[in-house]
């Protein structure tokens, strides 16, 4: 019996656990807290703070691991990168982990690809602002050089804004440092590349649909297949494939975000080297039938992956829609009641639905990721007919509420 070690696990990591379990695999989970879903599933847990390597490290030091692997924790990339190369395991390398972690490492590499990516510049303190606006100019977006889920990310509008949101980007980082970027205006893109062997391969790309507002960065909506066709999808695909190649991922999920912009160009928004959250890996597996986890175990493993389990079994168009506050279907205010969802799942369709609404909580407009309370994903015949079943079956769930 093969043993993998899971590097964080909270709720996202759950479900890839109880995976690796059916699959016959002894599993190891360790993660700071010690209430993580996860954790009660693995084989064995180990309650310990996984951004120090050298104490994961100890935590396993008796047991024999055979891979390591994260499933949508972008700050356990590096961390499983590390623990793969000192325990000669399977792995993408300290130096990939790095460029796909760290947005201006990322940035830096990309430009010297040649790969198509909005003007940047990288700052630490106030007194390099200048410096930074000259070089990317007005709109822009200001954000944290090594965080994710849209903490701590802003539009930036003027020197003042970039004034007013630097410490709250800085603070989110851990190596103190924030990246200020050109803000391109268009359709977002969600992409899964699986690299073997060096070859990357465009296994699906979705339109990410964002909010108005504060919440810019939020996907509060998934539509598959993107909307871009002919020239421009050969060319996101391209770009897509050629991201994950200057990065340097040879085996492994890469996660590649685009923006199809207004003037024709298509850019990278960043590239991470993970299975998304986000519900991403259902979106895969109800749209070409691929089993992400399943592949992110065999890659951990150094097993051989057969195009079977890499190459879209089918396309069925779907979409997802996250639960949020308005414009989105939730209300606003301190959640008294969550209704059933039987009625969304019931509906035509709908072949997924939940929600971690809880009684008590807060629902706000949306900002973070962390603010989408809960999803439905419908498939159709067009991907437009599975945005329209989704959203119908959203607005069904009844989400009582008080003002704060
Ligand atoms: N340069 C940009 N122009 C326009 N929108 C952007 C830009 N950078 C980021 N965004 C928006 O903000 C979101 C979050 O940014 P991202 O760099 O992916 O950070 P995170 O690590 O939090 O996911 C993106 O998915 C996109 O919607
Ligand atoms: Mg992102």
């Known amino acids: 019996m093969k043993t993998v070690l899971f590097v964080g696990a909270g709720r996202h990591q759950r479900r890839a656990i109880q995976r690796a379990k059916e699959l016959k695999l002894r599993v190891v989970a360790v993660d700071r807290n010690p209430d993580a879903l996860g954790l009660a599933e693995a084989d064995i847990a180990r309650v310990v703070d996984y951004a120090d390597v050298a104490a994961v490290l100890k935590a396993i030091a008796r047991l024999r691991i055979d891979g390591v692997l994260t499933v949508s924790a972008d700050s356990a990339v590096p961390i499983v990168a590390a623990v793969a190369a000192e325990l000669g395991l399977p ?8 460029r796909m972690t760290h947005k201006v490492a990322m940035r830096r590499r990309l430009a010297e690809a040649g790969v198509p990516q909005p003007r940047f510049a990288a700052l630490r303190t106030l007194s390099e602002r200048r410096r930074a606006l000259d070089e990317v100019g007005l709109p822009a977006v200001l954000k944290p050089a090594d965080s994710g889920g849209q903490r701590g990310v802003f539009r930036v509008d003027s020197g003042e804004d970039v004034a007013a949101h630097l410490h709250e980007a ?4 851990p190596t103190g440092e ?8 268009g359709t977002e893109m ?3 590349v699986i690299a073997r062997g060096g070859e990357p391969f465009p296994l699906t790309l979705s339109d990410r649909l964002r909010p108005p507002g504060i919440g810019f960065g939020v996907g509060w909506i998934h539509v598959y297949p993107a909307t871009a066709y002919g020239h421009r999808l050969e060319e996101s695909e391209r770009i897509a494939a050629h991201t994950v190649r200057a990065l340097g991922l040879e085996n492994g999920i890469a996660f590649p975000q685009l923006i199809a912009a207004a003037d024709g160009r298509v850019v990278v928004v960043e590239c991470a080297a993970r299975i998304p959250g986000g519900q991403m890996a259902d979106l895969v597996r109800h749209a070409v039938g691929i089993d992400l986890v399943e592949v992110q175990l065999r890659l951990a493993l150094g097993q051989e992956l057969p195009d079977e389990l890499v190459r879209p079994r089918f396309e069925q168009p779907l979409a997802i829609r996250f639960l949020t506050a308005a414009p989105g279907p939730l209300p606003t205010g301190r959640v008294v009641r969550v209704g059933s969802l039987e009625k969304v799942r019931a509906f035509p369709g709908v072949v997924q639905a939940d929600t971690y609404l809880q009684v008590g909580e807060v629902i706000r407009p949306v900002r973070l990721d962390g603010d989408r309370r809960g999803y439905v994903i419908a498939v159709g015949e067009t991907n437009l007919e599975a945005l329209e079943r989704a959203e119908a079956a959203a607005s069904l769930l009844d989400v009582e509420v008080e003002p704060e």
């Open 91 to 98: 792995g993408i390398g300290v130096e990939t982990a790095h």
């Open 170 to 173: 800085i603070a989110v980082s």
């Open 190 to 192: 969600n992409g899964i």
């Open 178 to 185: 924030a990246i200020l970027e050109e803000f391109v205006e």
